[in-house]
C-alpha cells in the first residue's frame, strides 16, 4: 500500500463563518486566497498551504458533526 504523502484539497464545515475566519486568519495567520460570500446562500473561503489547498464552507444542510 502506498502511504498518502499529500492532499490537494480539503474543505470543512462551519455554523459562523466570521468567527471561522478570525480563528484561521487572526490565529493560526492564514491568508485567504478566494472569498465567495453570498448574503443569502453558500459561503466559501479558500487557503493556500503548500501544494493544497485548504476552505472552511458554510451552507443550509451543510454542519459540523461528529459522525
Request: hydrophobic fraction near 40%.
Amino acid at each position: 500500500m502506498t502511504p498518502i504523502t499529500e492532499i490537494a484539497f480539503t474543505c470543512y464545515p462551519v455554523i459562523d463563518m466570521a468567527r471561522a475566519r478570525a480563528f484561521y486568519e487572526n490565529i493560526l495567520g492564514l491568508k485567504p486566497t478566494m472569498i465567495h460570500a453570498s448574503p443569502d446562500g453558500p459561503q466559501w473561503t479558500e487557503y493556500e498551504i503548500g501544494s493544497g489547498a485548504f476552505a472552511l464552507g458554510q451552507a443550509p444542510g451543510w454542519n459540523p458533526s461528529a459522525d
